[in-house]
């Protein structure tokens, strides 16, 4: 089935020690997104990119980035992870933004 | 600012009764409007969706009703089941915005009981 999926389901990182989310696709989708999810709160969106173009959001932090080395994978490094981004972070893929499908998340325990 | 916003952020139901989650917005450029639902440890699946050009989009036990006037749009879900029991989020999109990026609602938790 096409599917998006992530790895790892759940992830504890040391504070300030880098960790990176992995987030691929089998849809061929264009568009990926990353969405911060923090408990009973709305997912929030990081960042997307449209094809090869990068859209960061006003309010992300500096801490987060994102690569797209290629249209099925995407990745969301934390640069120093602070105990303020123990959260689920949702990766979707859309085509044009149409289709919008969700991966299954990651659980990130910031220790 | 919340410019899509769940109110409720639970519901009880009984089985075989309606369920109604309501939703209301803001950004008067939203066109496209989604429901998802999600159970814990997975990620949101896609429920009923309805274009700002409708008022009503049903899909089996699901129907999605929208007043664009009062910026406010509602899930019924009839009869309810158990198995309903989730996180129903609602979203929503501006075309014209690059990537058609969702903004979404805080979450209703739905208990259907037995």
């Known amino acids: 089935d096409a599917m998006v999926i992530q790895n790892p389901r759940y992830q504890v990182t040391q504070f300030g020690k880098p960790v990176t989310l992995s987030c691929s696709q089998t849809l061929n989708h264009n568009v990926m997104y990353w969405y911060q ?3 009973s709160q709305a997912p929030k969106l990081l960042f997307h990119y449209y094809d090869k173009d990068f859209n960061n959001e006003a309010d992300t932090p500096d ?18 992870p602070g105990l303020g981004d123990a959260a689920m972070y949702l990766c979707a893929t859309s085509r044009d933004g149409y289709g919008y499908t969700f991966g299954s998340g990651t659980r990130l325990t910031v220790v | 600012d919340q410019q899509v916003k769940q109110n409720s952020p639970s519901l009880s139901v009984q089985e075989g009764r309606i369920s109604i989650l309501n939703c209301d917005y803001t950004n008067s450029m939203f066109d496209y409007f989604l429901w998802y639902k999600k159970y814990p440890a997975e990620g949101p699946t896609f429920l ?4 700002s050009i409708k008022d009503k989009n ?15 749009l509602s899930l019924h879900i009839v009869p309810s089941q158990p198995g309903d029991s989730a996180v129903y989020f609602c979203a929503a999109s501006a075309e014209e915005t690059s990537g058609s990026r969702l903004t979404f609602g805080e979450g209703t938790q739905l208990t259907v009981n037995p």
Do not use: M, W, Y
């Not at chain 1, 801490?63 to 120093?80: A, G, K, M, V, W």
């Not at chain 2, 009923?48 to 274009?51: E, F, L, N, R, V």
């Open chain 1, 37 to 39: 999810q923090k408990s």
């Open chain 1, 63 to 80: 801490n987060f980035q994102s690569r797209r080395p290629n249209t099925s994978f995407c990745f969301l490094d934390i640069r120093s």
């Open chain 2, 48 to 51: 009923i969706s309805i274009s």
């Open chain 2, 58 to 72: 049903e899909d089996g036990r699901f129907t999605v009703f929208l007043n664009k006037s009062a910026k406010h």
